[in-house]
């Protein structure tokens, strides 16, 4: 049995619900949960989730940008810190990703870097990642 509970829902006029908040125990963080419904031309309903990164990850994230953009000792970094808010340029951004695929050992595609503004973008790359490999060499 599996269950989710979220701080925040959305509902639309439309047949979709959105839940979007912090999973309320922690164990579980939830990013974002989206419902659809039957249309007119009667598609099947689908379901997507999508889990925010580990603390951990966005921790170590949040520590190789502080070190890469030598950010100033008592400035704060959290998952929702955009890059070009600590300064950083395109350049910085690209040996943010090269430290964060040496650190992680996984390889980020050029599309993907380009996406990635904030700390939790970036967190959650690595997790897709790191686990589609995992799934590969298993």
């Known amino acids: 049995m599996a269950s989710i509970s979220a701080k925040a829902i959305s509902i639309s006029a439309s047949p ?7 999973g309320a125990n922690g164990i579980f963080p939830l990013k974002s949960v989206s419902f659809s419904g039957k249309r007119r031309n009667f598609a099947p309903a689908r379901l997507t ?9 966005v921790a170590k994230v949040c520590d190789i940008v502080r070190k890469q953009l030598a ?3 008592g400035t704060e970094i959290n998952g929702e810190t955009k890059f070009t808010a600590l300064g950083a340029d395109s350049l910085d951004t690209v040996e943010i990703v090269m430290n964060l695929e040496e650190t992680f050992d996984i390889s980020v595609e050029e599309s993907s870097a380009q996406a990635i503004e904030t700390v939790q973008d970036a967190a959650d790359l690595i997790e897709d990642l790191v686990a589609a490999k995992a799934n590969v060499n298993n």
């Open 49 to 57: 989730v999508s889990c925010a990164a580990k603390p951990e990850t």
């Open 16 to 22: 979709r619900v959105s839940l979007k908040g912090q």
């Open 71 to 73: 950010v100033v000792e």
